[in-house]
T-cell receptor
Framework: SQQGEEDPQALSIQEGENATMNCSYKTSINNLQWYRQNSGRGLVHLILIRSNEREKHSGRLRVTLDTSKKSSSLLITASRAADTASYFCATQGNSGNTPLVFGKGTRLSVIA | SAVISQKPSRDICQRGTSLTIQCQVDSQVTMMFWYRQQPGQSLTLIATANQGSEATYESGFVIDKFPISRPNLTFSTLTVSNMSPEDSSIYLC??????????FGPGTRLTVL
């Protein structure tokens, strides 16, 4: 299994601060994706970064990928209370209709 | 994108009984994936369901315990059989209607007493 590790397991910050979450994985990948989950509900797809990409932006999100270190980071800038959720990285080993392997997740609390 | 619904959204069941979870997608997809999320944990793949063939199960999951049906390209069911409290989890289905982006249903929260 290439299940990844994420750190920190829990992160608590003040509104307006930046939040950084890290993810490591074990085997080669086609892409890495980040998801958000609010209160044990369904997952929301945030951003995908392919193995030949090093950095990607989407709104207040910035994702980096270092395939040599088998690691990725998710940065949320100017956090809001509504960003409070669990964040998971997930890797896909092959392109196209293959299952995801999830990291353990980071629980983010943004305090207003 | 894809809109996915699951039924039921939650249930409380007695041990020894079975529950069938439905997953409906608003578009035709080749593969559907079933995941389990135990309390406070991450997601673990149970099986991959391909229309017209037997589901492929991950290590630790067997068909007798988690039978899956895939009668057409927009629908699948997962049954949790002979339940015990250890089966209390959120069960989620997902699909990949476009390359490399998987969408998840809202999940079914199962509590087994």
């Amino acid at each position: 299994s290439q299940q990844g590790e994420e750190d920190p397991q829990a992160l608590s910050i003040q509104e307006g601060e930046n939040a950084t979450m890290n993810c490591s994985y074990k085997t080669s990948i086609n892409n890495l994706q980040w998801y958000r989950q609010n209160s044990g509900r369904g997952l929301v797809h945030l951003i995908l970064i392919r193995s030949n990409e090093r950095e990607k932006h989407s709104g207040r999100l910035r994702v980096t990928l270092d395939t040599s270190k088998k690691s990725s980071s998710l940065l949320i800038t100017a956090s809001r209370a509504a960003d409070t959720a669990s964040y998971f990285c997930a890797t896909q080993g092959n392109s196209g209709n293959t299952p995801l392997v999830f990291g353990k997740g980071t629980r983010l609390s943004v305090i207003a | 994108s894809a809109v996915i619904s699951q039924k039921p959204s939650r249930d409380i069941c007695q041990r020894g009984t079975s529950l069938t979870i439905q997953c409906q997608v608003d578009s035709q997809v080749t593969m559907m994936f079933w995941y389990r999320q135990q309390p406070g944990q991450s997601l673990t793949l149970i099986a991959t369901a391909n229309q017209g063939s037997e589901a492929t199960y991950e290590s630790g999951f067997v068909i007798d315990k988690f039978p899956i049906s895939r009668p057409n390209l927009t629908f699948s069911t997962l049954t949790v059989s002979n339940m015990s409290p250890e089966d209390s989890s959120i069960y989620l289905c997902s699909v990949e209607p476009q390359a490399d982006t998987q969408y998840f249903g809202p999940g079914t929260r199962l509590t087994v007493l």
